[in-house]
């Protein structure tokens, strides 16, 4: 039927480090769905979106065939697929990078170190164009997973595998040398698909950035004294000017504007010294802009 056909299809990680925080923000964009254990696909029951639960490797090619409209994987993985993807956005989310390393008693002093030597890793296309830019020749060996044992077992000098806090690396003896990427979860798109369905993406897409920029952004509340209004108004970046709101004590004015959490600190500490007292921080839920 033509509902059928209009129903938008998301391809999300079934199980692993992007399952829980791609279906934590469909339910932030408000759909509802209904997830049994171990079904390959659910529907939302007020959104015309379909759920496909598939192995982040198999998502960039189901979503260049058509067979799912978008999907969320890993900027890694997106680059390492090479597929004919429409980059949407970035998520915020699942955020590491891929970085060679090699055995910690190694003496190591830059890249050229990786000339002539055996690296194994499970990104040979990304690592491929790295050296290539670097005028490294490098014999990369392709694994699909346990990388980093693959030097203690005489398998390669080096490896190139995927870091967040290091202790991996570092329980099997490795120390990080060079990053090769930095990636996040990201939103891509078959750039194709079109009609009703396309507009059913762009409304989703228009929930998911209001659902990112409130969780990087906070409303925040202070009180100013109205000889120092100019300078605390100079620290605030906002969305357009700050709200100003009288206060019972007549020399005193209530600021409102929303922060980036980025430069958060630095903000605080700014307002504090330009004379900003009473600080308000609070978490915004949504942000239509
Ligand atoms: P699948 O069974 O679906 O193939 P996988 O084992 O290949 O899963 P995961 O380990 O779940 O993949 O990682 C999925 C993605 O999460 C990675 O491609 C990467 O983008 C990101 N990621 C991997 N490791 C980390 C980490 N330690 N911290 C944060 N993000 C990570
Ligand atoms: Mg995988």
Same mark, same amino acid.
């Given at each position: 039927s033509s509902e059928n056909s209009n129903r938008l299809k998301i391809a999300i990680q079934k199980? @692993?480090?992007l399952s829980e925080k791609s279906l934590a923000l469909l339910k932030e964009c408000g759909i509802q769905i209904t997830t049994?254990?171990?079904?390959l696909r659910a529907e939302a029951s007020n959104f015309p979106l379909e759920i496909l639960f598939l192995r982040d490797d198999d998502i960039p090619e189901y979503v260049q065939d058509g067979v799912a409209d978008v999907g969320i994987i890993g900027e890694n993985v997106m680059l390492e697929k090479g !597929?004919? =993807? +429409? =980059?949407?956005? !970035? =998520? @915020?989310?699942a955020k590491c990078r891929l970085s060679l390393a090699v055995p910690r008693g190694t003496t190591y002093d830059? *890249?050229?170190?990786?000339?002539g030597k055996r690296i194994a890793t499970s990104y040979p296309k990304i690592l491929g164009e790295y050296f290539k830019e670097k005028n490294v020749n490098a014999e990369i060996h392709m694994i699909s @997973?346990? *990388? +980093?044992i693959a030097p203690s077992i005489g398998l390669s000098e080096g490896v190139c595998d995927i870091v967040s806090s290091g202790s991996t690396l570092l329980s099997n003896g490795l120390k990080e040398v060079e990053t090769v990427l930095k990636s996040e979860a990201v939103l891509v798109a078959n750039p194709d698909f079109n009609g009703e369905k396309r507009k059913n993406f762009e409304k989703l897409l228009f929930r998911m950035q209001s659902v990112r920029r409130s969780n990087k952004n906070k409303y925040i509340l202070l009180n100013a004294p109205k000889s120092k209004l100019d300078a605390i108004i100079a620290v605030l970046p906002g969305l357009k000017s700050p709200t100003i709101m009288p206060l019972a004590n007549e020399d005193w004015v209530s600021v409102h504007t929303v922060i980036n959490e980025d430069d958060f600190w630095e903000k605080i500490d700014a307002l504090q010294e330009a004379g900003a007292e009473g600080i308000l921080v609070i978490p915004i839920e949504k942000m239509i802009v």
């Open positions: 199980s @692993g480090r049994s254990p171990n079904a !597929k004919k =993807l +429409e =980059l949407i956005d !970035k =998520l @915020g989310f830059d *890249v050229s170190f990786f000339d @997973g346990s *990388v +980093e």
